[in-house]
């Protein structure tokens, strides 16, 4: 049985390759960080908080945020980026990605930042 699983792994790490490499897309997301549904889960409660903080007329808290992703999933700060870059692409939470974009300002975010 494990050896079934661990094909099956390498078949998908070979099908996510195919994947084109400028596509931020919540696949690649998933197959690049071995992300299930409730990882994702995880993360949007995530993203959710901070965008109620913003609904209700705080400035976004780039910092915590970040923490509470490197926090959540053991990541770095490369990984944070491409988890909002993702989002914004997905349509998800595009103020808090603006406003962290805006706080992280880097060539990654040109697409949400603009020219």
């Not at 993203?47 to 109620?52: C, T």
């Not at 989002?87 to 595009?94: A, D, L, M, R």
Request: aromatic share 12%.
């Amino acid at each position: 049985m494990h050896d079934e699983i661990e094909k099956l792994k390498y078949h998908v790490k070979l099908l996510s390759d195919c994947l084109p490499i400028d596509d931020e897309s919540y696949a690649r997301l998933a197959i690049a960080r071995d992300w299930g549904p409730k990882d994702f889960d995880r993360a949007h409660d995530i993203f959710e908080r901070y965008d109620k903080q913003l609904r209700d007329g705080a400035k976004l808290n780039g910092s915590a945020l970040e923490h509470d992703l490197r926090e959540a999933f053991i990541i770095g700060y490369q990984e944070v980026k491409g988890i909002v870059i993702t989002f914004w692409h997905g349509g998800q939470w595009q103020e808090v990605c603006r406003q962290y974009a805006e706080q992280n300002k880097c060539m990654e975010f040109h697409g949400i930042l603009g020219p």
